[in-house]
């Protein structure tokens, strides 16, 4: 339970000490760290780290060299916690743990995305028979989420809980919700027997999940925002951002590319999501979820702006954006976005 401030509290001491000793190379042009979670929904960057896109695009903003460090961590918090500490340069989690760290760092250090990374539905399941929709969940049930009241899909939930239910019961889910990793999550929904009888999924495990004819749909993010929107989002500061233009650039510009290699060969983005990610799925599977209509693989934003109008009503935000161009850096505007 006290993973993740464990690891904030160790990583801003390691990151206050190699401030000491090396104060000049604090946030040196050259160098990014970026942090991803588990599934498909990841495949923009492990296209930019498998093609070496980052080092590829540097070049033409006039670094010789980049060192460019992956890290994988579960759950939104941690990964929060990881940026504010100083311990990893850009994040990725869902729209709403963004808007919660863009919120919260408003008028110091400034949080804001960098990209989006593919519209995804995520699907909430369930493996009791009886259970057909929210309604129908109830103190027998546990939700496995990723990060139990915060993540991208609790804070979903929150919002259809409050068309439901009202406003004042937004968050009735959050005390039969627990914090699991998808792939234990996936895992303990097909076996069953556990206290997990549901799961707010995503791709690939959603897909494995729905296999087991024991499992079957509730509702899905699409479902609650009214149609194709962004899952996952990347961020960083306003220090990294400002102090790193090129290498920042480089990045960007790697995302872009990445998105056009997985729409000119999806099949070929098929092969590196399992060769990246040593995956034990068959090819045609992810492939399939690849191909899928619902799932779009693009940096622009989508439907982000509903959660910050619905999150900022429910008082889980304190700052009302405008527009999506508010939380995010002007990179992206190059882009079509919402």
Do not use: C
């Not at 004042?168 to 895992?187: C, G, N």
């Amino acid at each position: 339970m006290t993973h993740p401030f464990t690891f904030g509290r160790l990583a801003a001491a390691l990151g206050l000490l190699g401030a000491l000793a090396t104060p000049l190379a604090a946030q040196a042009e050259g160098k990014i760290s970026i942090a991803q979670q588990f599934g498909i929904g990841y495949l923009v960057l492990q296209v930019v780290k498998d093609q070496q896109l980052i080092e590829k695009h540097a070049k033409a903003q006039g670094l010789d060299k980049v060192e460019v460090e992956w890290r994988t961590i579960s759950g939104a918090t941690a990964m929060n916690e990881a940026l504010l500490a100083g311990a990893i340069d850009v994040v990725s989690a869902g729209v709403p743990p963004m808007l919660t760290v863009w919120d919260r760092t408003h008028g110091r250090q400034n949080v804001k995305a960098v990209a989006a990374l593919g519209s995804l539905p995520n699907y909430l399941l369930s493996n009791r028979e009886e259970v057909k929709t929210l309604d129908d969940l109830s103190e027998k049930d546990r939700i496995a989420v990723p990060a139990a009241g915060v993540g991208f899909q609790s804070r979903t939930l929150q919002i259809e809980t409050a068309k439901l239910y009202g406003k004042d019961d937004f968050q009735r889910f959050d005390k039969i919700s627990v914090s699991l990793p998808h792939p234990d999550a996936t895992a303990a929904l097909i076996k069953g027997g556990s206290e997990i009888t549901a799961h707010f999924s995503s791709p690939p495990f959603q897909y494995q999940a729905l296999e087991n004819p024991k499992v079957h749909k509730l509702i899905s993010s699409y479902d609650i925002l009214g149609g194709q929107a962004t899952f996952n989002v990347l961020y960083a500061t306003e220090k990294f951002h400002e102090e790193n233009p090129k290498t920042y650039k480089a990045f960007y510009d790697a995302l872009v590319e990445a998105e056009q290699i997985i729409k000119a060969d999806k099949a070929a983005a098929a092969e590196t999501y399992i060769r990246v990610e040593n995956s034990k799925l068959p090819l045609d599977f992810v492939k399939k979820i690849i191909e899928d209509p619902e799932n779009d693989f693009t940096v622009s934003p989508q439907r982000t702006l509903i959660y910050a109008e619905q999150l900022h009503e429910l008082g889980v935000l304190k700052n009302r954006a405008a527009s999506w161009k508010d939380y995010f850096f002007e990179e992206a505007y190059a882009h079509p976005g919402s």
